[in-house]
């Protein structure tokens, strides 16, 4: 894909076709890894409309799930220190937006990019936890700079659950499987009318809706004791 991606990132005005090659790839590289996709959408996008995407982080996908999810483009806004992975990074700081989380003046700038971007009709997507947990913690704190964002540019927040992912394509190299990755796009939160006084009710308000579908999922699946990848959406993909 190198050289495609290359030449559509050379120029902002080629990120929209960037983002259907990726969307495109996305697929390709779930699929063809031997995963599904399996989506609840309970509230479906406008085209052309900015949104705040947040999802839990619990894999190496999880960023592609999210791209395959969406027809509308997503900028993402993610660590510096990934900038240093050879070849990768150097793609990576042409496509995302970086933030070094140590320094107040690096998170400043993010807010000039992503202004300038949003302008063009671009979404963010953003993982709140701000690393990927280990395995036993279900749902790590959310940072600030979702929510931020989010009542800066009065967008709303698309909160998406990952279910699977952490157990089908973990960071441990020893483990996982084929399966089906189940995702539940929740009702958008609106951000209309707020304020950074509201910023930390609104962080609860999305950490405890994903926080309370990862919860139901996990004791659903043991009560009924079916495989995790059992359990049946309305929508499929």
Known sequence: MSPFVLVLLSDEKYYETFWKLMRA?????????????????????KPGKSYMFIANHASLLDPWIMIALSKNPILFVGKKELVKLPVFGY?????????????????????????????DG?????????????????????TNGAFSLSIEYQMEIVPQIYFDAKR??????????????????????KTEG???????????????????????????????????????FKSPL
Request: no cysteine.
């Open 25 to 45: 790839w996305s697929f390709v590289l779930i699929y063809a890894m031997g995963f599904r996709l399996k989506s609840d959408i309970k509230e479906e996008l």
């Open 91 to 119: 793609f990576y700081k042409k496509a995302v937006v970086m933030v070094d989380r140590k320094d107040p003046k690096s998170r400043k700038e993010v807010y000039a990019r992503v202004k300038k971007r949003l302008d």
């Open 122 to 142: 671009l979404s963010i997507g953003i993982f709140p936890e701000g690393l990927v947990p280990t395995e036993n913690i279900i749902l790590a704190p959310f």
């Open 168 to 189: 089908l394509f973990s960071w441990d190299f020893f483990k996982g499987s084929p399966g089906t990755f189940r995702v539940k796009q929740k009702e958008f939160i």
């Open 194 to 232: 707020l304020t950074m006084e509201d910023k930390e009710s609104l962080k609860k308000q999305t950490f405890d809706m994903v926080y309370d579908e990862l919860i139901e999922d996990e004791l659903y699946m043991k009560d009924t004791n079916r495989p995790n990848n059992e359990r049946e």
